[in-house]
């Protein structure tokens, strides 16, 4: 996953899930047109995502500030689940490739913001062949 920062915005990184001390933020890469910094994402709590950067001690942003792109290539569908599970429910279904905001994440999977054939945005799990982590370029 990588930071998003598609206003320009910057996105910090707290010590706790209740967010309330700043360890350090992360600004976009403008060269890069506002490209973030990719890190692992461990699990999500509350309002919060937890992360790790490189080696560092986990740190914790707030839920919808990470992102990755959509591996829905060659007309392939995007579907999104209701819940982690390819039986459950379908929320959402979209053919554009996309970059999805991350607001959680069970095992594998993940829970993320996409916008469906109608240009409506929906909230659904979609499974790791779906997933692809950088920012710059699309996966194999």
């Given at each position: 996953?990588f930071?998003?920062h598609e206003?320009?915005?910057?996105?910090i990184?707290y010590?706790?899930?209740?967010?309330?001390?700043?360890r350090?933020t992360?600004h976009?890469y403008?060269?890069?047109?506002?490209?973030?910094?990719?890190?692992e994402?461990?699990?999500?709590?509350?309002?919060?995502?937890c992360?790790?950067?490189g080696?560092e001690?986990?740190?914790?942003?707030?839920?919808g500030?990470l992102a990755?792109n959509?591996?829905?290539?060659?007309?392939?569908?995007?579907v999104?689940?209701q819940?982690p599970d390819?039986?459950?429910?379908?929320s959402?279904f979209?053919?554009l490739?996309q970059?999805?905001?991350?607001?959680?994440?069970?095992?594998?999977?993940?829970?993320?913001?996409?916008?469906d054939d109608?240009?409506?945005?929906?909230?659904?799990?979609?499974?790791?062949e779906?997933?692809?982590f950088?920012?710059?370029?699309?996966c194999?």
């Amino acid at each position: 996953m990588f930071t998003l920062h598609e206003s320009g915005e910057e996105v910090i990184f707290y010590t706790d899930c209740n967010m309330t001390e700043a360890r350090f933020t992360i600004h976009p890469y403008k060269s890069e047109n506002n490209a973030g910094v990719m890190l692992e994402l461990i699990y999500s709590l509350d309002d919060c995502l937890c992360v790790k950067i490189g080696d560092e001690t986990p740190l914790y942003c707030p839920k919808g500030s990470l992102a990755i792109n959509t591996r829905n290539y060659n007309d392939t569908l995007l579907v999104l689940y209701q819940y982690p599970d390819r039986d459950s429910e379908i929320s959402g279904f979209s053919s554009l490739q996309q970059t999805v905001r991350i607001y959680g994440i069970e095992g594998d999977w993940l829970y993320v913001k996409a916008i469906d054939d109608q240009n409506i945005e929906c909230y659904g799990w979609i499974p790791p062949e779906m997933q692809c982590f950088t920012p710059w370029t699309s996966c194999p």
